[in-house]
């Protein structure tokens, strides 16, 4: 099992992705889970501070992620969200819904479970997130922690967004990715953070088929 870790714009989940793919593994999209419970109440009308509503709320969603690296799904209650929960919208609220201690307790068991699961069905996984190396699961044998400058993740950010048909400039994305990165840092449960013993990875200067190539290096050396 590999735990990736790391702020938005570093090229994780395409790399994530690439590196299952290669190995054989299966592919585990945390972000996409919290995507998810955040579209849930969205939709709900409920507001994203209000704790007790919100735990409420995603106790009672179904969330349901595919664990396929080559087909990525997201599920609520059935039907495929894959393309809802990428909205500014989800954005900008989903800092706040992952910063509920009980929603991280659901989502946490229930990432577990996947993690076993993809384990006994593929012979590993790749899991990308936050707290994958510090809180989910921190016996992994590999924990990396990718980084990259402000501005090389706004651009990438901004490209992404065009490439997925939604509007964005670098400056937008530059205020959207940072904000995230400053209310994921510094929320009092399981905050954004490297894992002790985790390969730190800056992918400022690398393409994504070099991020891959390195971190399917660090995935042969540790079995
Ligand atoms: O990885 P992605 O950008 O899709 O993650 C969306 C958001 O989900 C993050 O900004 C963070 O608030 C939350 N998240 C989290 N813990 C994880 C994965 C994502 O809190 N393991």
Redesign the pocket.
Known sequence: MVALDGP?GTGK?TAARRLASGLGAGYL????M??VATLAVLRAGVAEDDETAVAALVRRAGIGVGTDPAAPTARLDGADVSAQIRTEEVNRA??AV?AVPQV?ELLVAEQRKLIREAVESAGGVVV?????GTV?APDAPLKVFLTASADVRARRRSAQDAAEGRQSSPGTARESVER?DR??STRAV?PLRAADDAVLLDTSELTVEEVTAKLTELAEGRG
């Open positions: 938005s989940t999209d945390t972000g996409a919290y995507r989903v800092s992952s991280r990308d997130g936050r707290d994958i989910v995230r209310l994921d399981s």
